[in-house]
Structures are given as structure tokens and as C-alpha cells.
């Protein structure tokens, strides 16, 4: 037996109704607006109650949706970013672009880190296993460019915000060219 609430002029309005209006309420603000001038004051409020319990449910999902796939998200960057592409790097472009590519690289990193010293995010920068300090990463721009395999940009916000920017250099065996 379904619950159902008695309106004025016999009109009866089920709770299956009422989540079915809360679902469609996009639906329910275009029509049905004469509820009260018929004399259905209940309706008319009820109706009033599901459109908004219906935006809450919508901006809830949308928000919801826009977390999960930020906290999803992030791990599979940083693995995509990890991948090692230096092989193909290396058949596909010339020294003086990967060269380039370096050089972006390595300005982007020294930006990021000042960025987020601004900002107060700690930010780790590891250049083959050994980890330099924030004030000596202009000197990475002396590098032989030609030396380095990759730079690898890669947060984790939780626990808390923070960085890793992990330089990966050729080993003497890899820079046969």
C-alpha cells in the first residue's frame, strides 16, 4: 500500500511522486506553475520543496562527480607522466629539439618551484636520486641538456600539497647517438 498525502480537491500526490519530481526538475519548472490559483496550496508547496531538493541533488552530484575524478585522475597523470619516452624521443627528433625540449623543461620546473615557494607548497626536486634544494635549481639550467633523459612533473595532494619534480639523466651507455 503506497503512503500518499490527500490535497485539496481529492488530489493525492504518492512519495514515489515526489522523488520522481525531485529527479525531473528541470521538467517541473517549466510547467505546472497555476498549482496555487487552483487552489492546490499544498501541491504548489511540495512542488516548491522537490525543485529545490532537486537543484541540491544535481549540484551535489556535479560536485561530487568533479571530485572523484580529480582524485582519480591524479595518479593515472603521474603514471602516464613516468612513462619513459626517451627511445622514441630520441628516433623521432634532432639533438637541437630535444635539446629544446630540455630547456622548456627544466624553465618550467624552475617557475613551478618558485610558484610554489610563493604559495608556501613544498616542492621536492630529485635529480638522479639526490635531492637539491629549492635555491639551487637555477643551476640546472647549466646542464648539458643533452644529458637529460627526462623531467618528470608529478603531485600528490594528499596528505598535503606538495611537488615532485624527479630529473632522470642518461647513463653513458644511453647517449650513443
Known sequence: MKASIMLPKYKSITAGLIIWMTVRWPYSLLSDW???SDGYIRMHKERLISILAGIVLWVSFGLYTSWNYERTQRPWQNEVNRQDIYDWEKDNYSH?????FRKESIEQLIETVRTNEADGIPTYVILDRDTITNRDVEQLRHL???NIRDVVFQ???EPELHEWVIIKLVKSADNRR
Open 155 to 157: 603531485g600528490d595532494f
Open 96 to 100: 637541437e629539439e630535444i635539446v629544446e
Open 144 to 146: 648539458d641538456m643533452l
Open 34 to 36: 497555476k498549482l496555487r
